[in-house]
């Protein structure tokens, strides 16, 4: 007896899962509500698609819980994702941090061998079929928008969560996996940029340094990490920011207190800095304050530190006492900001939340309340860090969920 299972979703998630279940001898079919599979794909790794990490550690994914992870990462591991690739065609190119990605370093070359191998392999591709509604009797009826129905034995949930709605991943799914009486972990943007109170950032908006991000909550270091930070109109961004955000925002659902803490200069300790101040100051001791800093940060930066601190910029640098020189080399290590929100979905690269976990079998995504229902990728309540970790969710998860839907 054939095995007809539906994918609703060709993201990441849910073509690996229909690739899968076709190689394992299942009728497939995939539904999807764009014009074409994979769009968010192409917007990965700015645009060169950070497949996967070798450095992936459970210690990467957040949820209620993330060792509900464990499983399906075992399933199709990072090497075990890589050699799958290669043999599809994707060269891996490894590089900082032991992010992967495509030797061509272009995330259409990630799809065009997805698209290649759902052709190649005869899986049945329907586009611009929204699914709006699924019923169960014995089999799934799944009804689209434009009231066409499907039926399927199987049916793999791939609708991603609601992070860049353009994409079609915009939330719908929460509505159909509710509709099976699942319960969804409330969701917000992850791997999004900050808003930050205060004035000044229209005036440093556009400034890029290699600095530190930490994050505090009364005084405990919760999380930190380093790299391209960029001032904007609205707060701040840039790969450390993202990789911070979800903590911060979790603090901040939870009313807990947080604050940012921003090193421009990094190479040197407070203590480290005000000596070379110190010794700075003296090559230069007729200078102004405002142009003694001039080649030691970013011009822009200058008036909104010297007043962040209260320092006239006109003063002469001999004139500096030990405090004043003190609290410049404290704000150039550690700047202090109150985070007041983030950016929204449409800045997003992931969706915090989703569906409850403690409803779907680890060992297979199987839905524990709707036996043949498989629920995959960033519809679930898994997320990772930035640096690959997100797209090997969706690889595993569908791969677990095609392995397991297919036997
Ligand atoms: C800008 C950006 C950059 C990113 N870069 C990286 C990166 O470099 N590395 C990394 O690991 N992760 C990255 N991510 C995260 C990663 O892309 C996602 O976590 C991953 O694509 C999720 O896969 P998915 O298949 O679960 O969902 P998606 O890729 O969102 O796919 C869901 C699919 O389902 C379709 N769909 C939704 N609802 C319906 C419906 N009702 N009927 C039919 N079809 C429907 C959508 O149109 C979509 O095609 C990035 C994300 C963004 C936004």
Known sequence: MSNKIIVVGGGAAGMMAAIIAKKNGADVTILERNNRVGKKLLATGNGRCNYT?????????????????????????????MDLFEKMGITPAIEDNGKVFPLSFQS?????????????????????AY???????????????????????KL????????????GSDGNGYT?????????????????????????FKQISGVKFSGVARLYSMDKLLIQDSGDILFTNYGISGPPILQISRTALEYMRNKSPV???????????????????????????K????EALIGLINKRLINPILQEIDLDRNKEVHKLSKKEIYALSNILTSWRFNIVGSQGWGQAQVTAGGVNTDEVDPQTMESKLVEGLYIVGELLDIDGDCGGFNLQWAWSSGYTAGMYASN
């Open 53 to 81: 990490n070798i450095n992936l550690d459970i210690e990467n994914y957040h949820g209620k819980n993330p060792r509900f992870a464990y499983s399906a990462l075992a399933n199709l591991d990072v090497y075990q994702t």
């Open 108 to 128: 259409s070359s990630v799809l065009d061998i997805l698209r290649y191998e759902i052709e190649d392999l005869g899986i049945e591709l329907i586009t611009e």
């Open 131 to 153: 699914v709006v509604k699924v019923d169960k009797k014995k089999d799934f009826i799944i009804t689209l928008k434009d009231n066409k129905r499907y039926i399927c034995d």
């Open 156 to 167: 793999i949930l791939a609708t991603g969560g609601k992070a860049m709605p353009i994409s």
């Open 176 to 200: 159909i996996v509710k509709s099976f009486g699942h319960s969804i972990i409330d969701i917000f943007p992850g791997l999004v940029q900050l808003n930050l109170e205060g004035n000044i």
């Open 259 to 285: 604050e940012l803490d921003i090193s421009i200069i990094h190479s040197k300790s407070q203590y480290e800095l005000a000596d070379y101040l110190n010794k700075r100051f003296n090559y230069m001791p």
């Open 287 to 290: 200078k102004h304050i405002g």
